[in-house]
């Protein structure tokens, strides 16, 4: 079986919400105004900064061909405002703060298409965990089912 894990460092991303334009006022090839849809720059920088650490920690492994298992671990450092005390106490339970795990999840997904996965309708299983931790990082585990 095979199994791929490898880590992203810095605060887990989310991803952005798609950005639509109007374009034109009735003067356009068709005769009339248009909408452009396109992802914002910080979900763009996002997702090279993953599949930059997949080739660089993988050592460029193909994509798996079959079905997979994705399991995406969002480690968020607790807040500068908290005492050291609470700081402590954090550290490893849950974080329940924006953003959502699923949209974590989304970026990843969305992120390793063609290069972990042909497509990611090829993710039967997903697990998504966000907590608390000593460094904020990203830990992504791809397994052959």
């Not at 930059?52 to 969002?74: I, M, N, R, Y």
């Not at 999840?105 to 063609?114: G, R, Y």
């Amino acid at each position: 079986m095979k199994k791929v894990v490898f880590e992203i460092p810095g605060k887990p991303a989310h991803k952005g919400r798609v950005r639509t334009r109007v374009v034109g006022k009735g003067k356009g090839w068709c005769g009339k105004a248009f909408a452009m849809h396109y992802k914002d720059s910080k979900t763009m920088k996002s997702e090279e900064k993953i599949r930059w650490c997949w080739l660089s920690q993988t050592d460029g492994a193909g994509p798996f061909e079959g079905p997979v298992e994705l399991k995406v671990v969002a480690i968020f450092e607790p807040p500068k405002s908290c005492s050291k005390k609470r700081r402590l106490e954090l550290l490893g339970e849950p974080h329940t703060k924006k953003p959502d795990a699923s949209n974590i999840a989304k970026q990843v997904e969305d992120a390793l298409n063609t290069l972990a996965y042909k497509d990611d309708n090829q993710i039967a299983q997903l697990h998504v965990q966000k907590m608390y931790g000593e460094d904020a990082k990203t830990i992504v585990e791809i397994t052959e089912l």
